[in-house]
């Protein structure tokens, strides 16, 4: 019989709801227990992120190929406790009918045993198991009563860790997304996609690693350039960019490298290149697919060596330069078809960051439209008070070829064409591009956007887009209610 039961259930209660981290009190909990029972072997179980399976969070002197035996078998006190949702004990385990198929309890030579769930009103969340080998002592109703009043508490503590951590892991989340999105003010966006490349930037930054940005144009591979050098440890050094697809082979040659003297016609003087002029800091090297082979194999001692020697010098100089690059085509491809050197590929594509086309980053697009339009209202001396229901749906329909830059030259002419308060579509001036079912998206984003092509198609006629979807007026309506496109009367 144990001695002041409840007094001893009120001190530990105090002690393990004083605990909030999760590891400290699944300790707490199994030490408790096995102290005032007198317990030799025990382990908790919980259950597995929200699943119908459970693990092993604690244990004392047992091994987990033990535990998971006792619960391989239907027959076991884990087992059923679970299954029952009832505390158990057997006082004889040995000689106990209900478990005389269980090899566990033979073969470990369990003399008694006493198993609670933990559990939260009806539902349950793990179990906790007990039992003595070597002691003639036995558990007995008060050792039971006592642990399932223990398992009731012990629970609800276990449940409010779990909440406290979660909630921890997701206010870590959050802070860690907004100190991104702090850190780079100069990129917009939410998305997922936006932030997946927000985290690269920030754990590629510090690095001196060449890093290779691709994606089609308008995408703001530059932005991204900036982003990084402005956070590394050159960023009180010179960042360089230079389009590489509009020079030719010879004055690519020369704003790269530099030239001497009479190296050509027009050479008047020595002339230092920009990955001179860029030592200490970063070259953006934007379309570095269009450079020609002979500056390719150029380029490729520069960030193998760090040397180079201007044209028509023999001199050779030493730079230190992050080399970013950032191309529309795919590089790779470029590489097989023999147009592009397979080793400068692997030089620059030490970092790979791939940028979404707008059409990927849909939530992205209202917020990059609202920073356009203050930022051209303000340029232009005008004053909006936002875009128009229909101009919302039309700028989130459109494909966007041209990406952000399409966007950004779409609202910047709406803004000079506008004289009204509210920025109307028919001032975009897109050619609407054919309709195109989407790849790789849900069930519901595909059911979106059937009905939202179709109810343009009907000039947003809900009867008649009923009548071509199949549905009714009333199913219809509520989809557009949903998605906010019903105006509320």
């Not at 399932?148 to 979660?166: G, K, S, V, Y």
């Not at 050619?431 to 519901?444: A, D, F, I, R, Y």
Request: aromatic share 6%; net charge negative; glycine share 4%.
């Amino acid at each position: 019989m144990l001695k002041n039961p409840f007094e001893t259930l009120l001190t530990i209660s105090q002690q393990i709801n004083s605990t909030h981290e999760i590891t400290v009190l699944l300790d707490k909990i199994m030490d408790s227990a096995m102290r005032v029972l007198e317990a030799e072997r025990g382990f908790i179980l919980l259950k597995k992120n929200k699943t119908a399976h459970y693990e092993t969070v604690t244990a004392r002197n047992l091994s987990r190929e033990r535990i998971e035996s006792m619960k391989e078998h239907s027959s076991s006190v884990v087992t059923r406790v679970l299954q029952t949702r009832e505390a158990l004990i057997s006082v004889d385990a040995q000689e106990d009918d209900r478990f005389s198929g269980a090899e566990s309890i033979i073969l470990q030579k369990i003399h008694s045993v006493i198993c609670t769930p933990l559990l939260i009103e009806d539902r349950i969340i793990g179990a906790i198991y007990m039992d003595r080998q070597m002691s003639e002592d036995q558990f007995d109703q008060s050792s039971l009563d006592f642990l399932t009043a223990f398992a009731r508490q012990a629970a609800i503590a276990i449940e409010n860790a779990q909440m406290l951590n979660d909630l921890q892991n997701e206010n870590k989340k959050l802070k860690e997304r907004i100190s991104l999105n702090d850190r780079f003010p100069e990129i917009i966006g939410k998305s997922q996609p936006m932030q997946k490349i927000f985290e690269m930037v920030h754990s590629v930054a510090p690095s001196t690693a060449t890093v290779l940005i691709e994606g089609e144009s308008g995408t703001g591979k530059e932005l991204i350039a900036r982003a990084i050098h402005d956070h590394s440890n050159q960023k009180d050094k010179p960042f360089i960019p230079i389009f590489c697809g509009s020079l030719s082979e010879n004055l690519m040659e020369s704003e790269l490298f530099g030239h001497k003297k009479g190296a050509f016609t027009g050479a008047h003087q020595d002339k230092p290149g920009l990955f001179e002029d860029a030592d200490g800091g970063t070259l953006f090297l934007d379309e570095v697919g269009e450079i020609s082979q002979p500056i390719q194999t150029k380029l490729l001692r520069i960030l193998q060596e760090g040397e180079l020697k201007r044209v028509g010098d023999n001199v050779i100089r030493k730079v230190n330069v992050r080399v970013l690059c950032a191309t529309n085509r795919d590089l790779y491809k470029e590489v097989q078809e023999g147009r592009f050197r397979e080793d400068l590929y692997y030089r620059l594509n030490v970092i790979y960051i791939k940028m979404p086309p707008l059409r990927e980053r849909p939530d992205d697009i209202l917020l990059l439209a609202e920073h356009f339009l203050q930022h051209y209202a303000l340029k232009n001396k005008k004053n909006f008070k936002g875009f128009s229901k229909e101009a919302l749906r039309y700028l989130q329909q459109y494909d966007w070829p041209g990406n952000v830059r399409e966007l950004e030259n779409t609202i910047e002419r709406a803004v000079i064409l506008s004289s009204k308060s509210l920025i109307e579509p028919d001032v975009f001036q897109l050619k609407k591009s054919e309709p195109k079912m989407p790849v790789g998206k849900t069930l519901k984003e595909i059911n979106k956007y059937a009905i939202l092509q179709t109810m343009e198609m009907t000039g947003g006629n809900r009867t008649k887009a009923a009548e071509i979807l199949d549905v009714s007026r009333r199913w219809l309506q509520y989809q557009l209610k949903e998605w906010g496109m019903v105006d509320e009367h």
